[in-house]
């Protein structure tokens, strides 16, 4: 069958490689119909290996090359001989993460904390840009009939960003920033108008992506960093000048997190949500004179599918809208990855069509 595979630093290549043979009890073979290239993919091809591994993974026991793809729903191809939550022909979306039940995190459902996680996609055997993929059951979440194939694809994605809203305790009026519309900052906008938001500022240096942000959010105000007074804008449109209540840094660049810092309030809330893969820099004196919460955030609580997909199947989060460009998987190199690759693109979320 065809696969996306990740066989090491600046090398994804588009293989042939063996099917997946029966599943085992507690196992479901899915069959993808759409799968997003995540940041996290062009990160390993930039930087990488950082998740996937040459030796054995200590609880997947998957190594490179790595089928790629975690962002991904489908339809249930059989199903294991103990697999009761979801059944052959089923539309499921897949929560990637997994890890072992019988230690702290994976007993709390915490598996994205676990040091012995794993990742379909990345860490695991099997990945969603691939004809078959297999998958635990309790990967699979059965779709409601009023989420399409496309969001369903979304899902993933959609949960890191609702968990970092999360992290942000965004509140109803609340004013916040998002930094950098990428793919991740497109969907923490949308979650936090959903949450309730009220003013949403958004940061970002290319200008074909602050007018894809313009036309999806004619309300908020829009700033390139680079060219734009930052604070002064913030603290123009912020009550008596204090700033935001929260900020959310999903560009990875230590510069935008000290813009995150410089408008936040004092006790406002930062979440780091951007993969900085270099030390940064940051005035901790400012920090604590301004008694700040600052939060990392990853990933997902496991059991989120069920909320995210409520929210989007109410429209309350239409996902979908981030989507620029689906394009087949047999292009998935030429059309999808480099395309993203490119910094100055104008590309923001690319599905492949398996």
């Keep these: 069958m065809r696969a996306v595979r990740f066989h090491d630093r600046h090398d994804i290549r588009f293989d042939e490689v063996a099917a997946p043979g029966a599943p085992g009890p507690h196992e479901v073979v899915v069959k993808p119909s759409y799968c997003g ?7 390993e091809y930039l930087d990488g290996p950082i998740l996937p591994t040459r030796e054995p993974h200590v609880f997947t026991g998957a190594k490179m090359p790595q089928i790629l793809g975690h962002e991904f729903g489908g339809t249930v191809e059989a199903v294991g001989s103990a697999v009761t939550n979801v059944k052959v022909g089923d539309r499921v979306s897949i929560q990637p993460q997994m890890a ?11 598996y994205h904390l676990s040091p012995k996680g794993g990742v379909v996609g990345l860490s695991y055997q099997w990945g969603g840009m691939s004809d078959l993929a297999i998958v635990n059951d309790y990967n699979a979440f059965l779709v409601p009939d009023d989420v399409t194939d496309i969001q369903a694809s979304l899902v993933e994605p959609a949960a890191v960003a609702v968990h970092a809203v999360d992290r942000a305790d965004v509140k109803q009026g609340d004013s916040v920033l998002i930094s950098g519309y990428g793919p991740i900052g497109a969907l923490c906008a949308l979650a936090a ?4 938001a009220g003013q949403i500022f958004i940061t970002e240096t290319n200008p074909k ?11 908020a105000i829009l700033v390139n960093p680079r060219e734009q007074d930052l604070p002064a804008i913030v603290r123009d449109n912020t009550e008596e000048g204090i700033g935001v209540h929260s900020a ?11 813009g995150c810092v410089a408008v936040v309030r004092r006790q406002g809330t930062i979440v780091q949500i951007g993969l900085q ?11 604590t004179f301004r008694d700040l919460i600052v939060r990392g955030s990853i990933c997902y609580p496991s ?21 620029t460009d689906i394009v087949p998987l047999d292009d998935a190199i030429e059309r999808g990855f480099k395309p993203l690759l490119d910094p100055a693109g104008d590309q923001l979320k690319i599905l492949l069509k398996i």
């Design 277 to 287: 893969t270099h030390p940064v820099s940051v005035d901790l004196l400012a920090w």
């Design 209 to 219: 992506r602050l007018d894809m942000a313009r036309a999806l959010f004619p309300d």
């Design 248 to 258: 959310i840094e999903c560009a990875g660049v230590g510069a935008a997190l000290n």
């Design 303 to 323: 059991d989120s599918w069920p909320r995210v997909m409520e929210l989007i199947a109410g429209g309350k989060f239409p996902v979908e809208k981030i989507v």
């Design 37 to 43: 290239i995540c940041g996290s993919d062009l990160h």
């Design 193 to 196: 108008k959903a949450a309730g």
């Design 100 to 110: 072992p039940d019988d230690e702290y995190y994976g007993r709390r459902k915490q």
